[in-house]
């Protein structure tokens, strides 16, 4: 008879991120700031990370638990530096870090894009998430966890998101790549992919009856997104449950990719 597999005498809790050391970008509004919402009431330590000081602190401000504010631009290899050193000094260390940053203008087409609106959304969405996967990289001691945020929209593209569509196509071959060249430090590298959310940022295509029509045809569920959709997939990712989860994408989408 075939030897039985052990029972281990407890599972790591799916989502447990108590006490986690948790680096966000784009945290002060949206998404980034919903994910730091779910992450501190979950009783992480969190900073928060986004250009504007003013916005990352009032952000902070809302949160139950332990908040670092570090404004700078995820652009910025020095900053990014700068981030990691500061997380590790006032809580000597970082378990996970979620580069979330992103940036989505719309243009007409090739000719109407300017090649500097084509650089700064490759800057920002995939150059961004690699200098913050450099820095997080660098002070992750004994495994970690790098999150990037991808989109629905790196997979199916829309008219007029060309820049957008490959950055975030991008960061799923940077993540697979980093996957293997961090497995033997312990640290994975995954991408949560959102399809379409009911949000504020959300309100100017969920008003275009064209386009929310899209939406909804093309969504399995047949619905958009709550804001209590999305941060589960990140706290999987995040905590101790998913350490041979790595090199994958997690769309978050009611099934827009199967319709
Ligand atoms: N909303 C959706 O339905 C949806 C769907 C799929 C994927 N996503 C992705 O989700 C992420 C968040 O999007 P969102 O919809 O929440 O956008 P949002 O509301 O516009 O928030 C973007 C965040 O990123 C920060 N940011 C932008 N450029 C930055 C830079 N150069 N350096 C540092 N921080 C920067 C912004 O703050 P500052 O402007 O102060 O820097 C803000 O905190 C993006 O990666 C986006 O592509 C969103």
């Given at each position: 008879m075939a030897e039985e597999i052990e029972v281990p005498h407890s599972f790591p809790?799916?989502?447990?991120?108590?006490?986690?050391?948790?680096?966000?970008?784009?945290?002060?509004?949206?998404?980034?700031?919903l994910l730091a919402h779910a992450f501190s009431d979950a009783g992480a330590l969190v900073a928060l990370v986004a250009r504007s000081a003013e916005d990352v602190t009032s952000a902070a401000g809302g949160l139950p638990g332990p908040t670092l504010s570090l404004s700078g631009d995820v652009t910025d290899a020095d900053f990014n530096e700068a981030v990691a050193d500061a997380t590790v000094s006032a809580w000597g260390g970082v378990d996970v870090w979620i580069c979330n940053a992103g940036v989505s203008p719309i243009v007409a087409g090739p000719v109407h894009t300017d090649p500097?609106?084509?650089r700064h959304v490759i800057d920002v969405n995939l150059t961004g998430a690699f200098l913050g996967?450099?820095?997080?990289?660098?002070?992750?001691?004994?495994?970690?966890?790098?999150?990037?945020?991808?989109?629905?929209?790196g997979e199916r593209p829309r008219k007029?998101?060309?820049?957008?569509?490959?950055?975030?196509?991008?960061?799923?071959?940077?993540?697979?790549?980093?996957?293997?060249?961090?497995?033997?430090?312990?640290?994975?590298?995954?991408?949560?992919?959102?399809?379409?959310?009911?949000?504020?940022?959300?309100?100017?295509?969920?008003?275009d009856p064209g386009l929310s029509a899209s939406v909804l045809g093309h969504t399995a569920q047949q619905r958009?997104?709550?804001?209590?959709?999305?941060?589960?997939a990140y706290q999987?990712?995040?905590?101790?449950?998913s350490a041979f989860v790595t090199g994958a994408v997690l769309s978050v989408d009611g099934g827009y990719l199967l319709v």
């Amino acid at each position: 008879m075939a030897e039985e597999i052990e029972v281990p005498h407890s599972f790591p809790a799916a989502g447990d991120v108590e006490g986690k050391r948790v680096v966000i970008t784009g945290a002060s509004r949206g998404l980034g700031r919903l994910l730091a919402h779910a992450f501190s009431d979950a009783g992480a330590l969190v900073a928060l990370v986004a250009r504007s000081a003013e916005d990352v602190t009032s952000a902070a401000g809302g949160l139950p638990g332990p908040t670092l504010s570090l404004s700078g631009d995820v652009t910025d290899a020095d900053f990014n530096e700068a981030v990691a050193d500061a997380t590790v000094s006032a809580w000597g260390g970082v378990d996970v870090w979620i580069c979330n940053a992103g940036v989505s203008p719309i243009v007409a087409g090739p000719v109407h894009t300017d090649p500097t609106v084509w650089r700064h959304v490759i800057d920002v969405n995939l150059t961004g998430a690699f200098l913050g996967a450099r820095a997080a990289a660098r002070v992750m001691r004994g495994g970690g966890r790098l999150i990037f945020t991808g989109s629905v929209l790196g997979e199916r593209p829309r008219k007029g998101l060309s820049a957008y569509s490959a950055s975030k196509a991008g960061l799923v071959g940077m993540a697979k790549s980093l996957a293997l060249d961090l497995a033997a430090s312990g640290v994975t590298v995954n991408v949560v992919a959102p399809g379409w959310f009911d949000s504020p940022l959300a309100e100017m295509w969920k008003n275009d009856p064209g386009l929310s029509a899209s939406v909804l045809g093309h969504t399995a569920q047949q619905r958009w997104g709550a804001p209590t959709d999305l941060a589960g997939a990140y706290q999987f990712l995040a905590s101790d449950a998913s350490a041979f989860v790595t090199g994958a994408v997690l769309s978050v989408d009611g099934g827009y990719l199967l319709v």
